[in-house]
């Protein structure tokens, strides 16, 4: 689709380099959505669409606004979609989508394209590749590691603001099941795995 390689390339123009959000996470998640779609038989425009634009506006996770992000994606996507010609119903679909896909948002998408999206977002953060952006955003952020008390949050509340690692407990490793496609949830198993294997090694390091 020929609307889709014009929509990309419109995307990657306007990505921010960031290093958890930046063009190569539109792509991973455009190929776990391609994928989910063909099993799930979905509008693959409409998901494929979705996928380029959930990011159109990113914020760092110490700015206030990060929380805001999906809604102004969502905002921004309607302006580029009507000049392609997208009906106003698709419209609606794709920027629904974007604005309910984020785990801040904590809303589960009523279409099969914002249940893929959000899908496939979320396999994005699991795996070899969500500890690659874990510690990826924690450089950014210049957290630490962490804690050296606890630091598999076994006696307190995870706080991702301060220690990496916390963000296993706090998000990632909750992400399995929440999934809402039979193909999402099989993948999300495979990669929880990767996490729990490196958390497991980890133990045994420090």
């Given amino acids: 689709m020929r609307v889709l390689d014009s929509i990309k390339e419109e995307v990657k123009k306007r990505i921010k380099n960031d290093p958890a959000h930046d063009f190569d996470h539109i792509v ?4 776990n959505a391609q994928k989910i779609c063909k099993k799930e038989k979905a509008n693959e425009k409409l998901v494929m669409s979705a996928a380029l634009l959930h990011d159109l506006v990113s914020y760092p996770k110490s700015d206030k606004r990060s929380k805001m992000f999906s809604i102004e994606s969502a905002k ?4 580029i979609l ?5 009906s106003n119903e698709d ?3 794709i920027s629904d989508a974007i604005r309910d896909h984020s ?13 893929i999206l959000q899908d496939a977002d979320r396999l994005d953060a699991l795996g070899a590749i969500g500890i690659a952006r874990v510690f990826a955003t924690s450089g950014f952020l210049k957290r630490q590691f ?3 008390d606890d630091p598999f949050c076994k006696k ?8 990496a690692i916390d963000h296993f407990f706090k998000k990632l490793l909750k992400l399995e099941s929440m999934m809402n496609t039979k193909s999402g949830k099989a993948e999300a198993k495979k990669r929880t795995k990767i996490l729990k294997e490196f958390l497991k090694q980890l133990k045994h390091e420090i």
Avoid: A, C, H
Avoid at 82 to 86: A, E, G, M, T, V
Avoid at 103 to 115: A, M, R, Y
Avoid at 156 to 163: L, Y
């Fill in 28 to 31: 991973r998640v455009y190929k």
């Fill in 76 to 79: 921004k996507s309607q302006i």
């Fill in 82 to 86: 009507k000049k392609y010609d997208f």
């Fill in 91 to 93: 419209i609606l679909i």
């Fill in 103 to 115: 785990f801040s948002q904590n809303k589960i998408p009523t279409t099969i394209e914002g249940k």
């Fill in 146 to 148: 962490y804690n050296m």
């Fill in 156 to 163: 307190r509340i995870p706080d991702d603001k301060i220690w």
